[in-house]
DNA sequence: ATTTGATCTAGAGCCAGCTCTAAGTTGTAT
DNA sequence: ATACAACTTAGAGCTGGCTCTAGATCAAAT
């Protein structure tokens, strides 16, 4: 239905991205160099437009710009590296546990914080001062 | 126990910091100015090592250096600024809220990405590009 | 014909949070 | 006495992912 090709103002908008970002992805290698037409303008096609859908929600999933390379080049050099595309996927499981776990843990600590401090009395230290002030001091995911 | 004063080397090793963050903490105000010895060398109070626990402490809770000077001011102003507190505490636990939501999602998303990916046939298309690939175009928390 | 707006390139700037360099001073060990 | 480590300052550099600027060119509308 949609009618590619298409410049970069309005491929920039159907991405809700910049103009600036499109040339950026492409500056990176992110994007292969986008074709030209006779006054030097970029002309996006729909295979380009496909990369684009592909790098917006592989973003979404959390993976870096440098990551979704790796996934394109997987997906160029064979049909099917399924190791190596596995490998990406699995590392990246991976990190969303460990946030998963951090942040379940937090989000009590910080529950039972605001908690803490809602049923204080009046004339008592705020107990969210104190709570950041008194805990472990680890290192944590970062 | 610890026999504060200390030098910027050893309260370093002490946060499993480098000297240039401490002195970078100090250079954006996070960390009030280090008093000097008569040699021009910055000495560590008691004060400014429970002031880098509560520092390191946020950190581990998410909390941005900007907000972490946010909640030093608080303890500043009165020893309870409770509502500030509160404010601070309450908009991390949204946005730690919203991440877990983002993340349990993703995480679904990536094993079931990678089950399908693991028991593909020889033959097939590599689930995890087609699932990339295929997926909804939306905008995500970031 | 002129203005407006979209595009082009090259390159600088921004934010967070460090990280490092250079050139100089001081403290400690042998 | 001299080497060497730890410290000082000011300021530059780094990563990631944009974001913007300047100056030029080009296309469409009035």
Redesign the pocket.
């Known amino acids: 239905m949609s009618l590619t090709p298409s410049?970069?103002?309005?491929v920039?908008e159907k991405f809700g991205?910049?103009?600036?970002?499109l040339?950026?992805y492409e500056k990176i290698g992110l994007l292969a160099p986008?074709s030209?037409n006779?006054?030097?303008?970029?002309v996006y096609s729909s295979s380009d437009i496909e990369r684009l859908h592909f790098i917006k929600r592989a973003?979404r999933m959390h993976f870096?710009?440098?990551e979704i390379s790796a996934l394109l080049e997987v997906e160029r050099n064979s049909s099917r590296q399924k190791p190596q595309a596995q490998k990406l996927v699995a590392e990246k499981l991976g990190e969303i546990e460990d946030s998963l776990q951090d942040l379940i843990i937090l989000k009590e600590d910080l529950s039972n914080m605001l908690n803490a401090c809602l049923s204080s009395g009046e004339g008592e230290d705020c107990p969210i001062i104190e709570g950041i002030g008194k805990g472990p001091t680890k290192d944590a995911p970062r």
Chains 1, 2 share one sequence.
């Open positions: 410049s970069i103002g309005a920039a991205v910049t103009v600036h970002t040339r950026y986008i030209k006779s006054a030097g303008r970029r973003q870096s710009l440098k």
